[in-house]
């Protein structure tokens, strides 16, 4: 019988093409309103968290999390494809905020365990210096199997794996899997766009109906979800 490695924690990182435009705007809109509106509180030390960005009008709140919606929803087809599975037609619940850090702002350990996805999009990963600062703004996940580390393979095994901000990057993980993020330390704001995100299966209609077959490609509404 082949090794077996049970129980992975999927996590997908990829960079998102065409944009530009996307950050620069979201970015302005976003770092004018930490100056003038108040933040939510959550996990964040420092720093603004912004109300529900997913009911926003503007153009590039729209495009922007549709696009992270598609980012995913493909995230989870690949994993149901690896397995020989095909996903039900769904709907996507997504809640989601900005995070707005400067210098010496952090998140402490927190999940977001009542939602089935979480992501962070980074609008402008900021300009801290890498070589002074290595730890700078990471995002670390954190193993979230309990038990005792084995002696001398800490390395071998890990604790914590950290994901480098960049521009552009998005991350997607399940919402029960513990996170924080490293002490910024920068002079541009570091702006992130986080979401939740909730799957839910879409009933077939009965054969009655006049309308026509569900089709795959889910739909959004807005949650609730928590925002940390």
Known sequence: MPDLSLFGTPVSMRDLSGMDEINRDA????????LSLASVHRSNVGGW??????????????????????GVRETVEGLA???????????????????????GDYTIPHDHSDVHWATVYYLDA????????????????????????????ESVLGTTFTVLPRTGR???FPG????YVHTYQGQRPRVSVSCNLVFEPVA???????VGAVSGTP??????????
Request: hydrophobic share 40%; with cysteine.
């Open 126 to 153: 900021g300009d801290a210096d890498a070589t002074a600062h290595p730890a700078s703004g990471l995002l670390a996940l954190v193993d979230p199997r309990h038990g005792r580390p084995m002696p001398g393979l």
């Open 27 to 34: 970015t302005r809109r976003l770092v004018a309103e930490s």
């Open 204 to 210: 077939p209609f009965s054969a009655d109906r006049q």
């Open 170 to 172: 998005l991350v997607v």
């Open 81 to 103: 494809k690896e397995r020989q599975q095909r996903l039900p037609a769904m709907r996507i619940g997504i809640h989601a905020w900005a995070m707005v850090m400067r210098n």
């Open 219 to 228: 739909s959004e509404r807005a949650v609730s979800g928590s925002s940390a």
């Open 176 to 179: 029960w899997l513990l996170h």
């Open 49 to 70: 968290h912004s109300q529900n960005l997913a009911g926003r009008p503007e153009a590039c709140f729209r495009d922007l999390l549709q696009r992270i919606v598609t």
